[in-house]
């Protein structure tokens, strides 16, 4: 019969090699002794052992998917940036994990859970996964995901919930469901973060959640990815988009989705081109308004104007073919397609919501409109285009302005926040 071994500092040896008294390693305590046949010994009280590193706190990040997205691509970025030597970071995505899944690091798990559709084992599901994996912190990313997460900390009592607001793709208030879904939350003793101030006042004027258990923690890009000579990229996704270099482009990389309001930045353009025949528009992105604004481009005659992108990874060059960004939102938080465009030396036409204004300072980097007023920004795209050193200026300041907004400084705002909640945990 084959002797059963243990690992030692020194090697791997039999238990019999071992002498009157061995330990080796328990998940369940840490230690665990092996005692010899002396019956005396058997009876002698053992004391924990206190060796070995203590385990790190464990941050569990909850969204639907790692689908490409605003909020999938903070989180990502955010979790590259993370010093993770005191902390363990781990995502759990409700449904499949999602194309920006594989740009995790290495040291960060993914679980999907896989659902395929609303399912009531959910949040049973999660608060499994929390409490097997003794989870310090969970935090919920986006709203579809809150009810879940609540439900799981009913599962997990120790665990501290934490409830993100990011914005939503279709409403500019809260609904009736997420007021329902905070309201629960809020006996659950949950906390609170926002990406935006606007988001802040919404979840404190709406859904009556304190001032002291909402943070603000701002969107940051990696700007490194933005420092590399435009010109290569420039040169590159005009020729991908059969695009003259005396064409002027004004582009928008968001979801199609009614709160993006692509609609309102369409009819802008159709009454731009009545002045600049050679305007062009880029939209990058996709979404469930795909066709309807489709539709809407053939109706206004534009169906050579306006080259739809789709989804790239390659945002950065998409932005360099540009000579203006335009915002045409009914809502953002800390907008990080706008922050990227500012990163991108771009002059920025935005509608005057949300915290469009903490980012763009209306004829400092950009011009703010007021939304769904295409005339408005038609009228902007004008001045800009008639105006080359207005124009560059703009941009300048925009580059200047989007420093403040680094991924590192982010990083290291949440890594503080989450710091605070372990150090109050019961």
Not at 217 to 225: E, K, P, Q, S
């Amino acid at each position: 019969m084959d002797t059963e071994h243990v690992s030692t500092r020194k090697g791997r040896k039999s238990l019999s090699q071992l002498g009157d008294r061995a330990e080796i390693d328990s998940p369940d305590n840490g230690r665990l002794s092996l005692l010899s046949n002396d019956p005396e010994d058997r009876t002698k009280p053992r004391r924990p052992s206190n060796k070995g590193p203590r385990p790190r706190p464990v941050v569990m990040h909850v969204v639907n998917s790692l689908a490409p997205g605003g909020t999938e691509r903070m989180l990502v970025e955010l979790l590259r940036s993370f010093n993770t030597d005191s902390v363990q970071h781990s995502v759990v995505t409700l449904r499949e994990p999602g194309a920006l899944a594989s740009r995790l690091p290495d040291n960060v798990a993914c679980r999907p859970l896989c659902i395929k559709s609303r399912s009531a084992t959910a949040g049973v599901q999660l608060g499994l996964l929390a409490r097997r994996h003794r989870t310090t912190i969970l935090h919920a990313r986006n709203t579809g995901a809150w009810f879940d997460a609540t439900v799981a900390k009913l599962l997990s009592p120790g665990t501290q919930l934490v409830l993100g607001y990011h914005g939503s793709e279709t409403h500019k208030t809260l609904t009736k469901a997420q007021k329902r879904k905070i309201t629960l939350a809020k006996w659950s003793q949950a906390k609170f973060t926002s990406v935006s101030e606007s988001g802040r006042v919404l979840l404190q004027n709406e859904a009556s959640v304190p001032n002291e258990r909402v943070d603000l923690l701002r969107n940051g890009i990696d700007l490194t990815r933005f420092s590399e000579s435009p010109e290569i990229g420039r040169n590159r996704i005009r020729r991908e988009f059969n695009l003259e270099a005396d064409d002027f482009v004004v582009g928008n990389v968001g979801s199609l989705t009614p709160i993006k309001n692509q609609r309102c930045l369409l009819n802008a353009v159709a009454k731009a081109k009545l002045k600049i025949p050679r305007i062009k528009l880029m939209i990058a992105g996709d979404g469930p308004l795909r066709e309807s604004l489709a539709r809407q481009t053939r109706e206004l005659g534009l169906e050579r104007c306006v080259r739809w992108v789709g989804m790239r990874d390659d945002i950065p060059a998409i932005l360099s073919a540009l000579d203006v960004y335009a915002c045409s939102s009914l809502f953002e938080g800390t907008s990080c397609a706008i922050l990227e465009a500012m990163a991108s030396s771009l002059p920025i036409i935005a509608t005057r919501v949300g915290d469009n204004a903490l980012l763009v300072e209306d004829g400092t980097n950009g011009i703010l409109v007021p939304p769904e007023d295409s005339d408005a920004m038609a009228r902007s795209v004008l001045e800009l285009f008639e105006n080359r050193s207005y124009r560059h200026a703009l941009g300048e300041k925009s580059r200047h302005r989007a420093q403040s907004f680094s991924i590192a400084r982010c990083a290291q705002r949440y890594e503080a926040y989450y710091r605070q909640l372990i150090e109050i945990r019961p």
